[in-house]
């Protein structure tokens, strides 16, 4: 019996794991109050900073480019950390670099916007994704 449960809370550990493995967390989750026009996301070799970011209607998302090889901002239809899909709305897909080192997001509406970056690799094994929530 004492087995039994012992196997039961070894599978339920594993799944939790697992579970939270697909989702992964915010590494920093910054909120910006409601009247600053702007702020300011670093698109670096690896990250994005702040990944999760929390804004409200009206303030502007300057993603700024501090890296050294070309990444890329490209929406997708979420959830957080995933590398796969492509968001058709709002579509974003800008390739940045040191000749074209910042891309400024007006948010439309209230609501999530999940990104990534679409360089091979940078996404899966970097971890560069990250969501701006509009409030
Ligand atoms: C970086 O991006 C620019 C613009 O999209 C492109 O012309 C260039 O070939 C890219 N460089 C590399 C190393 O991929
Ligand atoms: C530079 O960024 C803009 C968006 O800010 C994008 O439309 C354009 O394609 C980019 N140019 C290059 C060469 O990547
Ligand atoms: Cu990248």
């Given at each position: 019996m004492e087995k039994n449960i012992f196997v039961l809370l070894t599978m339920l550990a594993f799944f939790t794991l697992q579970v939270l493995a697909q989702f992964p967390r915010c590494k920093s989750d910054i909120t910006i109050g409601p009247f600053e026009s702007f702020t300011t996301v670093i698109v670096g070799d690896g990250f994005f900073s702040p990944d999760c970011l929390t804004v409200h209607m009206g303030t502007t998302i300057i993603f700024e480019y501090q890296g050294n090889t070309n990444h890329t901002v490209t929406s997708t239809n979420?959830?957080?950390?995933?590398?796969?899909q492509r968001a058709l709305s709002p579509e974003i897909d800008v390739t940045l670099n040191n000749d074209n080192s910042t891309y400024i997001f007006y948010p439309q509406g209230r609501g999530t916007l999940f990104y990534k970056c679409?360089?091979?690799?940078?996404?899966?094994?970097?971890?560069?994704f990250g969501k701006v929530l509009v409030i």
């Amino acid at each position: 019996m004492e087995k039994n449960i012992f196997v039961l809370l070894t599978m339920l550990a594993f799944f939790t794991l697992q579970v939270l493995a697909q989702f992964p967390r915010c590494k920093s989750d910054i909120t910006i109050g409601p009247f600053e026009s702007f702020t300011t996301v670093i698109v670096g070799d690896g990250f994005f900073s702040p990944d999760c970011l929390t804004v409200h209607m009206g303030t502007t998302i300057i993603f700024e480019y501090q890296g050294n090889t070309n990444h890329t901002v490209t929406s997708t239809n979420g959830p957080f950390g995933n590398c796969n899909q492509r968001a058709l709305s709002p579509e974003i897909d800008v390739t940045l670099n040191n000749d074209n080192s910042t891309y400024i997001f007006y948010p439309q509406g209230r609501g999530t916007l999940f990104y990534k970056c679409n360089i091979l690799g940078h996404c899966e094994r970097d971890g560069m994704f990250g969501k701006v929530l509009v409030i």
